[in-house]
């Protein structure tokens, strides 16, 4: 089975700031890969998917990058409403596995 | 408005069982792939399983294969997802949500509670 691992775990950054976070896969996903937002008490939001093709209605400020088993989310310039959980998917066929979720928090 | 509307958590004993369900509604429910995602409290995003569009094809995942079981009514736009032989390890909240073969989960419902404890 494919295991996705992200890092860092937690993120402290301030409004403004560029932030990256990694996600690595246990052998090459090719481009199958999608990122989610997650906020308290909500269901997980689509942001990204096939690596870096932006899902309608996200800002252009979350960039998704990589190929093979190694893959990034950046935030350009973070807001306010940016601060929260991010997961990582990998997805083929229909089969999915998540990594283990970055928390960003506010400095 | 495109929407899944979920229903059936409950908190139940080990060993027992229960079905929960997602409604769509807004777009043509038979047309997506659905999943079932679920997280324990303070934890990740675990998927469960998957069914086809027309029902015929469904996946699990090893921690509940041989107990729960997926299910969908095309007619009824709702998706199923039989629980049984409920464990304490199964306790979170339940997420459904849709998918294509090129985007996944691209709306999911509001995620339906589920504790098994005696």
């Known amino acids: 089975d494919i295991q996705m691992t992200q890092s860092p775990s937690t993120l402290s950054a301030s409004v403004g700031d560029r932030v990256t976070i990694t996600c690595r896969a246990s052998?090459?996903?090719?481009?199958?890969l999608a990122w989610y937002q997650q906020k308290p008490g909500k269901a997980p939001h689509l942001l990204i998917y096939r690596t870096s093709s932006l899902e309608t209605g996200v800002p252009s400020r979350f960039i998704g990058s990589g190929f093979g088993t190694e893959f990034t989310l950046t935030i350009s310039s973070l807001q306010p409403d940016d601060f929260a959980t991010y997961y990582c998917q990998h997805y083929h066929r229909h089969f999915q596995t998540f990594g283990q979720g970055t928390k960003l928090e506010i400095k | 408005e495109m929407q899944l509307v979920q229903s059936g958590g409950a908190l139940v004993q080990p060993g027992g069982s229960l079905r929960l369900s997602c409604e769509g509604s807004g777009f043509t429910f038979r047309s997506y792939w659905m999943h079932w995602v679920r997280q324990a409290p303070g934890k990740g995003l675990v998927w469960v399983s998957r069914i086809n569009s027309d029902g015929s094809d469904t996946a699990y995942a090893d921690s509940v294969k041989g107990r729960f079981t997926i299910s969908r009514d095309n007619a009824e736009n709702t998706l199923y997802l039989q629980m049984n032989s409920l464990r304490a390890e199964d306790t979170g909240l339940y997420y459904c949500?849709?998918?294509?073969?090129?985007?996944?989960?691209?709306?999911w419902g509001q995620g339906t509670m589920v504790a098994v404890s005696s």
């Open positions: 949500a849709r998918a294509t073969e090129v985007v996944p989960n691209d709306m």
């Open positions: 052998q090459n996903i090719n481009s199958y």
